[in-house]
């Protein structure tokens, strides 16, 4: 081999190296230089002020700024956060779904199915800082990193998130302008994405409007209304506060939909897996009921594909197990003392009255 052919041999080599190199993800390479280097000037967000709900909750750690909701809306729908780039947080989030997934469990970007049904996200802002079913974050920008991370999610660490962004021009700017900084890292990037998720705002179901005087309920829906508020349905109990339908201060709760001898005989132990406490198990979150229209299946185990079928196993009564809901065995014993029987006891017109007024928290607008 001459001394030419050697060279050129090993010329094609360091090419082919440095052109495969490309493909992975690329470390700080690219020298970003930014169009204007002024000082950013951000706009605060206003939040809207909506008749019958407690003011909109501000976040002095994360104050948001129309510049910070624009970029989290895009890292949102960007499926650039995932490890293969193929899922998006809105790929399991849907908007039509009112932010939640119709299939019973998630899908990974490696095929992997989720543990539970991926819930609505809705009026977040007014909840207590506890997520997932099971509360294990406190935040939104908490929540935010966990499924980026996650293996049976988007599964990218966040120094490859950052480094990704850190790359893309517009993301480098978009940055700049809601954070005064191009350094991109993963507190901005979540901090960005809550921002973003405190913006679902829905406010305009018929029982909305029926509150503010906008419009009106038929006969059903407005008997519907009674029940639910009253000890006939006894929902209100925990699906209370105008935002969400939660209560105002009891986050978690077991609602009696499973029997169990011991705390242990739970199929998922929910908040006790991660407290350990023993009043805990068998605990979920008190999801929203807004936008139920949109949200099936329901529970925390999908376990339910219709309201009929939600609204048919409270009407059976709570089941009894360790850490059920003391207001809902007291009550079942009340009416069990004064009528004999131990569910709800709802006639089929009651049954479609109630499920008449649960249809009416679901907003048209806020799905399109
Ligand atoms: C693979 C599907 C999937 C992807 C992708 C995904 N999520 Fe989720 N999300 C879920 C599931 C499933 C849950 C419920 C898990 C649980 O409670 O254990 C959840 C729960 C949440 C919650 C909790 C809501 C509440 O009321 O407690 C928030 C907020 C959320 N996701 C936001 C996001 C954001 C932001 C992203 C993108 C960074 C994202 N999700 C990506 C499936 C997904
Ligand atoms: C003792 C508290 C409590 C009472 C009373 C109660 N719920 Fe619930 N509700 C919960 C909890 C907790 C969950 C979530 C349970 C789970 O995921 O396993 C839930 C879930 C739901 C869901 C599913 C929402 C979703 O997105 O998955 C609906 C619908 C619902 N409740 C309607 C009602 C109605 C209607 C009534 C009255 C007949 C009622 N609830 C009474 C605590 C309660």
Not at 61 to 66: L, S, Y
Request: glycine letters at 6%; hydrophobic letters at 40%; aromatic letters at 10%.
């Amino acid at each position: 081999m001459t001394r030419k052919t050697y060279i050129s041999i090993l010329f094609f080599f360091v090419c082919f190296a440095l052109i495969f190199s490309c493909k992975k993800d690329p470390v700080n390479k690219v020298v970003v230089t930014p169009p204007d280097d002024s000082i950013p000037e951000t706009t605060a967000f206003i939040p809207p002020v909506i008749k019958d709900f407690r003011a909109f909750p501000t976040d002095p750690a994360n104050q948001m700024t129309v510049q910070g909701i624009a970029l989290g809306r895009k890292l949102f729908f960007d499926p650039i956060l995932s490890g293969d780039s193929s899922l998006s947080c809105a790929g399991c989030h849907k908007q039509e779904n009112s932010f939640s997934d119709p299939r019973s469990r998630s899908i990974g970007i490696d095929h992997l199915p989720g543990k539970r049904n991926a819930m609505a996200l809705v009026n977040l802002a007014w909840y207590q800082n506890k997520f997932f079913w099971d509360g294990r974050v406190n935040t939104l920008r908490e929540q935010a990193a966990t499924p980026i991370e996650a293996a049976d999610e988007m599964h990218l660490p966040l120094a490859v998130a950052e480094q990704r962004l850190q790359n893309h021009l517009e993301y480098v700017n978009m940055f700049w302008k809601a954070f005064g900084t191009r350094t991109i890292t993963k507190d901005l990037i979540t901090k960005a994405i809550e921002q973003f998720e405190r913006t679902l705002i829905s406010f305009n179901a018929p029982y909305d409007k029926y509150n503010r005087g906008e419009g009106s309920l038929s006969a059903s829906e407005l008997r519907g209304l009674v029940i639910f508020n009253t000890e006939k349905g006894d929902c209100f109990h925990c699906h209370t506060t105008p935002e969400l339908f939660v209560h105002p201060s009891k986050i978690f709760s077991n609602n009696g939909m499973d029997a169990a001898t011991t705390i242990y005989d739970f199929t998922d132990a929910g908040v006790g897996a991660i407290t350990h406490d023993t009043s805990d198990y068998g605990k979920f979150k008190i999801p929203t009921l807004r936008n139920l229209a949109y949200t099936a299946p329901y529970m925390h185990d999908a376990r339910f594909a219709t309201l009929d079928e939600v609204i048919d196993s409270y009407n059976l009564g709570p089941k009894i197990s360790p850490t059920v809901d003391p207001i809902l065995i007291e009550k079942a014993q009340t009416r069990l003392q004064r009528t004999g029987i131990w569910g709800l006891n709802l006639s089929q017109q009651d049954h479609d009255d109630l499920k008449a007024f649960l249809l009416t928290l679901s907003d048209p607008d806020f799905v399109h």
